[in-house]
């Protein structure tokens, strides 16, 4: 039977569901942001004085494709550990995942933080991303650290460890970089419409 705090059927399905419901959901975002572009030029009211200025959602369109990547890498995540040896115990091997489930718990703010984002306070919502961005990234590092002083044979490509450190490295970019990219794209608005306000 397998390890159950590791790799418990029924929750490895959620969370294999959860990455394919992720990524339905992006491409149904990108179809709702090109709806939104091509709506612009059949808008009579942009022809208006106060209308007039230009919006590109190129900041939005890189924050799709790296919430596309970040749905993938989850599902390839989830594989890794639903795959996991029936022989990998120990208390290093404790440590370990304590200390993953630490840095997924912090991904799973800023994605919950992204569900939730509103246009109306997109300013105040990109910085409280790039924060939680930010601690993803120490949780990541501190995973590293504490990960380094064990024995764990992180080199060893049939073993889960190094594959997971490597998941782990990839998702935390692309989180603080889906979180660099609204805030970007939430400062080039606000410049272009001529103020800072959220309102």
Same mark, same amino acid.
Request: aromatic share 6%.
């Given at each position: 039977?397998?390890?159950?705090?590791?790799?418990?059927?029924?929750?490895?399905?959620?969370?294999?569901?959860?990455?394919?419901?992720?990524?339905?959901?992006?491409?149904?975002?990108?179809?709702?942001?090109?709806?939104?572009?091509?709506?612009?030029?059949?808008?009579?009211?942009?022809?208006?004085?106060?209308?007039?200025?230009?919006?590109?959602?190129?900041?939005?369109?890189?924050?799709?494709?790296?919430?596309?990547?970040?749905?993938?890498?989850?599902?390839?995540?989830?594989?890794?550990?639903?795959?996991?040896?029936?022989?990998?115990?120990?208390?290093?091997?404790?440590?370990?995942?304590?200390?993953?489930?630490?840095?997924?718990?912090?991904?799973?703010?800023?994605?919950?933080?992204?569900?939730?984002?509103?246009?109306?306070?997109?300013?105040?919502?990109?910085?409280?991303?790039?924060?939680?961005?930010?601690? *993803? @990234?120490?949780?990541?590092?501190? +995973?590293?650290?504490? $990960?380094?002083?064990? &024995?764990?044979?992180? !080199?060893?490509? %049939?073993?889960?460890?190094?594959?997971?450190?490597?998941?782990?490295?990839?998702?935390?970019?692309? *989180? @603080?970089?889906?979180?660099?990219? +609204?805030?970007?794209? $939430?400062?080039?608005? &606000?410049?272009?419409? !001529?103020?800072? %306000?959220?309102?």
């Amino acid at each position: 039977m397998r390890d159950v705090e590791v790799t418990d059927e029924d929750e490895a399905q959620r969370w294999r569901r959860r990455a394919a419901d992720a990524t339905a959901l992006v491409s149904q975002t990108r179809a709702a942001l090109r709806a939104t572009v091509e709506g612009r030029y059949y808008n009579p009211r942009r022809f208006l004085p106060h209308n007039r200025r230009h919006k590109t959602f190129d900041g939005y369109r890189e924050v799709i494709d790296a919430l596309e990547r970040v749905a993938h890498q989850t599902a390839s995540l989830t594989r890794t550990l639903y795959q996991w040896p029936q022989d990998e115990t120990g208390t290093d091997r404790d440590g370990f995942l304590r200390d993953y489930a630490d840095l997924l718990e912090a991904l799973a703010d800023i994605t919950d933080r992204f569900s939730a984002i509103d246009e109306e306070h997109l300013t105040d919502q990109a910085e409280e991303l790039c924060e939680a961005a930010k601690t *993803a @990234q120490d949780k990541r590092a501190r +995973l590293v650290e504490r $990960t380094e002083d064990t &024995s764990l044979p992180l !080199g060893d490509p %049939s073993r889960p460890y190094g594959i997971l450190l490597a998941e782990a490295t990839r998702l935390t970019e692309e *989180a @603080q970089h889906s979180c660099d990219s +609204l805030r970007h794209a $939430t400062a080039s608005s &606000s410049t272009a419409s !001529g103020g800072g %306000s959220d309102s």
